[in-house]
């Protein structure tokens, strides 16, 4: 059965193309105002641009409430329909599928914390590394989203990804983790042997000319590492989001709006990511719980998994997860 879209591009194009000013306007004012100068993001700085962004999400997901509510009664293909209960649902789909992206992207952390140390990148030049990696992997989340909303009409492209979620929650779950090893990846070999790197930093420069010969900087190399990595887990999250909503308009706003925030989460959390060690098996189940939603659930209760008891339980599995890895201690290791 087809769903009815609320906000088809075609007559909505204007409100996508705002949004992506206003993010943009965001990003210039976080690099040229804000972060104009390189230096070490402390807890208290990474704090506050963390509220700030959640905030700026919220208020979002709000406006974009009162926005439905005055517009979906002057839909003539909604005359007849509960608009109030269509706002509702609009506002708590946003919702949700920003606390899963949210959630989703708290696996970036772990990497960026590994990739950093490997590449010996200083905590002064880090945020310049996240913010053109941010930047790529908007561009990235667009490509892979415009993809999804075209191939959801598919019937079987949405139980090809439901499948595909539940196993990579599984695996989450049950597969012993691998350690990132960027020396290893193809893309950093190819990169190293097609151009040129400098042995060492040259203060904030990606690249730079010597002797003549353009050559990349180990932060260039840590940038495209962090790409590629954010392409890896994009696979994971946007056919997550599908399951919860096939509004294209929520799964853009509200992925836009999770990895704005992640430079800021990767601040605040870094020191201490250890300690939620619990976390990924909850970030698991949310992957199994989306893709059962996605591939049977929907189907079994009329054609859509109410949204309420969605957001309930995966608010409820990345909440326990976190507290019983702080309540729990984990298991010493065996002497060897």
């Known amino acids: 059965m087809d769903q009815l879209i609320l906000f088809p591009f075609a007559d909505y194009w204007w409100l996508y193309g705002s949004f992506t000013v206003l993010v943009l306007g965001l990003l210039a004012l976080d690099l040229g105002v804000f972060h104009r100068e390189a230096h070490e993001v402390r807890f208290k ?47 708590l789909e946003y919702l949700t599928g920003f606390v899963v992206e949210k959630s989703l992207s708290v696996d970036n952390i772990f990497v960026f914390v590994v990739v950093f140390g490997y590449f ?26 415009s993809l999804g909303a075209a191939l959801m009409q598919f019937h079987w492209v949405i139980l090809l990804f439901g499948a595909f979620l539940v196993l990579t929650g599984l695996k989450i779950i049950f597969a012993p983790e691998k350690p990132v090893e960027p020396e290893k990846n193809l893309l950093i070999r190819l990169l190293r042997r097609f151009v040129p790197v400098t042995s060492q930093l040259r203060g ?9 010969v353009w050559h990349a900087t180990p932060l260039f190399v840590c940038l495209a590492f962090l790409e590629l990595t954010d392409i890896v887990f994009a ?45 990924k098996y909850g970030l698991g189940l949310v992957l199994v719980f989306v893709g059962l939603k996605m591939a049977w659930l929907n189907e079994a209760f009329g054609g859509k998994f109410p949204i309420t008891w969605s957001l309930g339980l995966i608010g409820g599995i990345i909440g326990a997860s976190v507290v019983l890895s702080l309540l729990v201690p984990a298991r010493p290791r065996a002497a060897t």
């Open 120 to 145: 010996a990148i200083p905590a002064r030049y880090q945020h310049r590394v996240l913010f053109y990696g941010i930047l790529g992997a908007l561009i990235f989340r667009v490509i892979f989203i």
């Open 204 to 212: 904030e420069k990606f690249f730079l000319r010597e002797s003549g």
């Open 235 to 279: 696979v994971d999250s946007v056919p997550a989001i599908f399951a919860l909503t096939r509004e294209p308009l929520i799964v853009f706003t509200s992925n836009i709006f999770a990895i704005l925030g992640l430079r800021a989460l990767f601040f605040l959390l870094a020191g201490v990511m250890h300690k939620f060690r619990l976390l």
């Open 45 to 91: 700085e990474a704090l506050t641009w963390s509220i700030v962004w959640i905030s700026l999400a919220l208020l979002f997901g709000y406006g974009l409430y009162q926005y439905s509510l005055w517009k979906f009664p002057l839909d003539p293909r909604l005359a007849g329909l509960d608009h109030a209960a269509l706002a509702k649902q609009t506002f």
